[in-house]
């Protein structure tokens, strides 16, 4: 009995998989329209950041685990010292709420990040930024997602409405890229560990919008980037899955960000990899064996399909399905509003640039954005 | 809304495909503790010989389909009658209810089946089996699933309790095979047909207990095998899966049975294809376009778990996931009973022995046949 904290997609994406290993899988959700609450069973209701409505749920499942990672820290720290068995543990899960903690420790662990300062005002901010120069990427170092929480400054006047909170923020020098990669990792609680290929994310305005599988990196930086995620793992101690984002530099790969739980960069593993990253992370947070993380496919791309302004996206999902056969079409069902993530459709072949334009020309098609 | 008659495993397996599709899955089991009822919010209780719950929980759907064929052929015309969408529809489904229409219709459509004659008495036998030959194949017309209603009789004496029954017996002459195949494929209303490649499946007292895809049969073969299948399809107006069974003789192919829902020789399909049959039956049923068929793996083989006297596979279930970490688990949520299929495993690769022998090896294990 798996508790997955969260009614989003990536609860949902765990239920194919939970129900063919014959795992049952409970949900918390906030709302019985949230998408994993129309397609589980054992829904309960309440909100995530309420200890009581936690505690309830927790006691009916095995283990608890994460949807997202919107769980107050102490709360999960509370429900550890009554007994409750949560994976990721708080200890392990705070490094993904909190990017401040997080460079803290992956300095620590000599793992490669981009230069970065806690600053709390504008003399700490203009010495960060006469160090690296400008301009700066300034974070929140919690609640941040989707490029929300993220602020490229081009001086300290920019900054500071930011600087006037009264929390520290975190500031990172802006990293020259080639390309963004993501690397996925699971990890179990006795320490297996399996590493899918990496691969590269197209972010637009901070939102992914494509992954492609496997990134066109070299050999050498492809291995340390999964070297360095598994490092990660391992030092932070995570049970399930654990998702680095990363920049490809000509000097190596810089940690950017990370995730413990499913992830938009692994998505395609869905039909991409044998085995998914949905049904790894129930592997991993029940201490079950992990699965082959190799790929199905040559390549394989991964597109998101952002919400528009039509409502029904029905007509454009007939075009797809008649257009490719062998397009894979994932639908959230989320009430489609603009920018938001309400599917993802994913193509496999033996050839990069085909199979990302099946998959963007689907999830165009999709939102409306193509007539014919 | 797809409602699904029958709360087993072929339903459960739907669930999967739906979610990802945004299709709506309802079921209707007869207990709440069935397979698919275990997995699918949307549950009614009820009997689906009975025409009341069968039309109440009709009338909360768009399209009515099917989990098994025990749904009385008469009721199904009076929800037609009523305006309920029943794909198949009752005039097709018949021919996989009843082995004598079945033979009827096949023959009538020009497509190769073994010789055959309904007998209601002794000496129609005799004269039949001086015909072909003896042993005869005997079958009840209705009601026989995974060897029930069969019976080989060596001559008339054999006969005698079965012809002592009020209903005819279909009467088949025992075939020479090389090897059982089955063919599935899928048709949708507006008469898009797609078939997946032929599969060698391995028999036991009438039970299928391994799946090979695909099947080591002549390209002459099977192709003959593929195109008797969708003769039958569009002959039937089939809306939705149909597997064919199939034995391969020296003079050709020769159709054994029909069903008409995902089979049991497809659940190779989830993994070993671009497109399962499980979505693929979803997608037939709501006419939407199907997907692509091939492969995707040189060689797939599925072998069912089937239970036996150890109720709780865990053991075996650990061991497997961590001795073949590209073993593919599939466990239905059912009480083992002896003989019960509960699951299957289904192993991928390049090497047909070696993909038959990690499937054999883990239902084994999962049953309990192996030690170490």
Same mark, same amino acid.
């Given at each position: 009995?798996?508790?997955?904290?969260? +009614?989003?997609? *990536? &609860?949902?994406?765990? %239920?194919?998989? =939970?129900?063919? !290993?014959?795992?049952?899988?409970?949900? /918390? #959700?906030?709302?019985?329209?949230?998408?994993?609450?129309?397609?589980?069973?054992?829904?309960?209701?309440?909100?995530?950041?309420?200890?009581?409505?936690?505690?309830?749920?927790?006691?009916?499942?095995?283990?608890?685990?994460?949807?997202?990672?919107?769980?107050?820290?102490?709360?999960?720290?509370?429900?550890?010292?009554?007994?409750?068995?949560?994976?990721?543990?708080?200890?392990?899960?705070?490094?993904?709420?909190?990017?401040?903690?997080?460079?803290?420790?992956?300095?620590?662990?000599?793992?490669?990040?981009?230069?970065?300062?806690?600053?709390?005002?504008?003399?700490?901010?203009?010495?960060?930024?006469?160090?690296?120069?400008?301009?700066?990427?300034?974070?929140?170092?919690?609640?941040?997602?989707?490029?929300? +929480?993220?602020? *490229? &400054?081009?001086?300290? %006047?920019?900054? =500071?409405?930011? !600087?006037?909170?009264?929390?520290?923020? /975190? #500031?990172?020098?802006?990293?020259?890229?080639?390309?963004?990669?993501?690397?996925?990792?699971?990890?179990?609680?006795?320490?297996?560990?399996?590493?899918?290929?990496?691969?590269?994310?197209?972010?637009?305005?901070?939102?992914?919008?494509?992954?492609?599988?496997?990134?066109?990196?070299?050999?050498?930086?492809?291995?340390?980037?999964?070297?360095?995620?598994?490092?990660?793992?391992?030092?932070?101690?995570?049970?399930?899955?654990?998702?680095?984002?990363?920049?490809?530099?000509?000097?190596?790969?810089?940690?950017?960000?990370?995730?413990?739980?499913?992830?938009?960069?692994?998505?395609?593993?869905?039909?991409?990899?044998?085995?998914?990253?949905?049904?790894?992370?129930?592997?991993?947070?029940?201490?079950?064996?992990? +699965?082959?993380?190799?790929?199905?496919?040559?390549?394989?791309?991964?597109?998101?399909?952002?919400?528009?302004?039509?409502?029904?996206?029905?007509?454009?999902?007939?075009?797809?399905?008649?257009?490719?056969?062998?397009?894979?079409?994932?639908?959230?069902?989320?009430?489609?509003?603009?920018?938001?993530?309400?599917?993802?459709?994913?193509?496999?072949?033996?050839?990069?640039?085909?199979?990302?334009?099946?998959?963007?020309?689907?999830?165009?098609?999709?939102?409306?954005?193509?007539?014919?």
């Amino acid at each position: 009995m798996v508790g997955v904290v969260g +009614g989003g997609q *990536l &609860a949902r994406m765990m %239920a194919g998989p =939970a129900l063919e !290993l014959g795992i049952t899988l409970r949900v /918390l #959700a906030r709302d019985a329209g949230e998408s994993a609450a129309q397609v589980v069973p054992g829904v309960d209701l309440g909100d995530e950041t309420d200890l009581e409505a936690l505690r309830r749920f927790a006691k009916t499942c095995d283990v608890l685990t994460f949807d997202h990672e919107h769980v107050p820290t102490e709360h999960l720290r509370v429900l550890e010292a009554e007994g409750i068995v949560v994976r990721p543990s708080a200890a392990a899960l705070v490094h993904a709420q909190d990017k401040a903690v997080m460079r803290e420790r992956l300095t620590a662990l000599g793992i490669p990040c981009p230069r970065w300062r806690l600053v709390a005002s504008e003399a700490e901010l203009t010495a960060f930024g006469a160090q690296v120069g400008w301009p700066l990427v300034l974070k929140t170092p919690r609640g941040g997602y989707d490029g929300k +929480g993220v602020l *490229l &400054a081009a001086d300290v %006047a920019a900054a =500071a409405d930011w !600087l006037a909170r009264d929390e520290p923020l /975190l #500031a990172e020098e802006r990293v020259d890229f080639e390309r963004e990669l993501a690397v996925l990792v699971a990890r179990s609680p006795h320490g297996q560990a399996a590493v899918w290929p990496v691969v590269e994310t197209v972010q637009v305005d901070g939102v992914c919008r494509e992954v492609l599988a496997p990134a066109a990196v070299t050999e050498e930086h492809a291995v340390a980037a999964q070297q360095a995620a598994l490092r990660i793992a391992e030092g932070l101690d995570v049970h399930g899955v654990l998702a680095v984002e990363m920049f490809d530099t000509t000097g190596g790969v810089l940690v950017n960000e990370l995730a413990m739980r499913p992830h938009n960069s692994g998505h395609w593993t869905i039909e991409g990899a044998r085995t998914s990253q949905f049904e790894q992370h129930l592997r991993a947070v029940l201490d079950l064996p992990l +699965g082959d993380t190799r790929m199905s496919a040559r390549q394989v791309a991964m597109s998101n399909v952002l919400g528009c302004d039509i409502e029904d996206m029905y007509g454009g999902y007939l075009h797809c399905l008649a257009h490719d056969p062998g397009i894979r079409i994932h639908m959230y069902g989320k009430a489609v509003r603009p920018g938001r993530k309400v599917g993802h459709v994913t193509a496999l072949g033996d050839d990069a640039e085909d199979v990302r334009a099946r998959a963007v020309h689907a999830a165009a098609f999709l939102r409306g954005d193509i007539d014919g």
